[in-house]
């Protein structure tokens, strides 16, 4: 909401977009609509106006707002991407795009969710779900005739940071310790640690850019838990770095995908990812080897990937 | 033409586009036109009609082809772009959709180019000249409210393959050798040794991607002859490598380009590529540090560039 209400006016020119906000819900707020239009100023105040009375689930509460786009970020549910998936197909049943930063739908429900948009004529964009908004699934969507045959890269910032951390001297639990005084790492942060994060992303990835049909159990997945200081540091003395590999490649029936700690030289790519950084590299039919990386992502870049997307559903 | 041959049956399914070659012209063929069309093996084969009586410059031979597109792929006017910038103009102003991989129109006329695009409703698009077809115009047309605000990269596979031969112990000469016979130098290799072809790369960019009016003599430039093979192996040995670097950075009035040597640690991602690999990475408002890498580009990665603008400009 800030993002948009800083470049209002670019964006009517420029795009010639005008919008208003005309809903908000949350598990804490409950559904809130006025179609008439909410004030920014005071959501961003963390003012709200009561829920809205007989509003109790999405679809009601879409029509009460008149949405023509929700922006859906919920957090992930790691076994089925729930309510997100249900909240997705409602806005695209009735009429509104639909622009995501949550993993699931795309994970889970990828192929129902793109026949609806090709039934119903809305947008179903999800650019902040990989990589904070860098524009991985953009780029493919303009790059006609390409094939993705597979993909490596490094997707999660704590695993990042705990492995530089053991580099330089400190344990598993002080780097760990650092990451989340850095606001990278969660509270509970095994999610990251086992890899679930970078497997997520693998499956969203793969199964769009893929077409595979790809779920978070079928990803060979090996955390970083078993990787001792010592190990690290050994490595590190002898020219090599420990990162949590993501791999990803086409199969005959099946795409295939491993999540792992792998020893990788100082010249590999890979090797240079830092903290909050990420890389991917695709091998394609016309480009060997064509990769992106994202250097340090701001507070605002997972924002710009949902307002970016804002941009392109209403070109 | 050989891919568009290839991919004629998913060109028609997946993107409604037909085509027929109704054109051929070079310096060597002069002017061919036939409206009813070329046959395309006959054209790949190097069998070519005579050129059509009466043609004898592009503007009547555009007309004589009624050509919807035009590929144009002379060789670079590094003065002042000519004849290409004309062969655009006359495309765009005949209504036909203009597809350039030569640097030439987009370093000296792109801003009137673009108002041509603008006034008669073609598109002029260029992703071959920088980085061989890999997607970085068509990337930043599609990230709305993004702002340039500088650009580092290696753009000259020359100087990569001869700073590393001479890495490998090489002298200079042997390695611009090894350079011609990889088929990567031109026997006058001397555009590339003195960076003029990172040059007119760095102008493209910066001018169609930061609207800067940056020409060739504008940009600080130094190529790679005052490098010795001592001074390469010496700095490897130190964990340096010497690299052709380009930096361009948004100024006042005016961008701020330089083309040099710089002694890069091998940690810098820029120190990793090699031979024919390239990178560019751009500082932008949303994005601290957004890369492209593209990996040993092929034969056809270049022509794919074209391919792909055909597409987009007919989508």
Redesign the interface.
């Known amino acids: 909401l800030r993002l948009l209400v800083r470049?209002q006016a670019?964006?009517r020119t420029?795009?010639g977009i005008a919008w208003r906000v005309t809903g908000v819900a949350s598990r804490r707020l409950d559904w809130i609509a006025n179609s008439q239009g909410l004030d920014p100023a005071e959501l961003l105040r963390g003012e709200f106006p009561r829920p809205a009375a007989g509003l109790n689930d999405v679809r009601a509460w879409l029509r009460a707002a008149r949405a023509d786009v929700l922006f859906e970020a919920s957090s992930l549910n790691i076994e089925n991407g729930q309510p997100a998936v249900e909240h997705i197909r409602a806005a695209l049943e009735l009429g509104a795009h639909a622009i995501t930063a949550n993993k699931g739908p795309v994970v889970f429900a990828y192929r129902e969710l793109s026949q609806l948009v090709a039934e119903r004529g809305r947008r179903f964009l999800f650019e902040s779900t990989v990589m904070d908004?860098?524009?991985i699934f953009?780029?493919f969507?303009?790059?006609?005739?390409?094939e993705v045959n597979g993909f490596h890269g490094i997707f999660n910032s704590t695993t990042n940071v705990i492995l530089s951390g053991m580099e330089q001297g400190l344990s598993f639990e002080q780097s760990l310790e650092r990451a989340q005084q850095m606001g990278i790492a969660e509270t509970d942060a095994s999610y990251d640690i086992d890899g679930w994060d970078a497997t997520v992303k693998v499956c969203a990835l793969a199964n769009v850019l893929m077409g595979a049909k790809l779920l978070p159990p079928q990803v060979a997945r090996e955390g970083i838990r078993s990787i001792t200081a010592a190990a690290v540091r050994e490595a590190r003395a002898a020219g090599q770095r420990y990162k949590l590999v993501c791999r990803a490649r086409r199969g005959e029936n099946q795409a295939h995908a491993t999540v792992r700690p792998e020893l990788l030289p100082?010249?590999d790519?890979m090797a240079?990812v830092e903290g909050a950084?990420s890389l991917v590299?695709f091998e394609t039919n016309?480009?060997?080897?064509?990769?992106?990386?994202?250097?340090?992502?701001?507070l605002?870049?997972t924002a710009?990937g949902l307002?970016?997307d804002f941009?392109?559903a209403l070109a």
Chains 1, 2 share one sequence.
């Open positions: 470049h670019e964006l420029r795009h908004g860098a524009p953009a780029m969507r303009d790059l006609p005739l390409v100082l010249t790519p240079q950084s590299c016309f480009f060997p080897g064509l990769a992106i990386t994202e250097h340090n992502p701001g605002e870049t710009y307002l970016a941009v392109r």
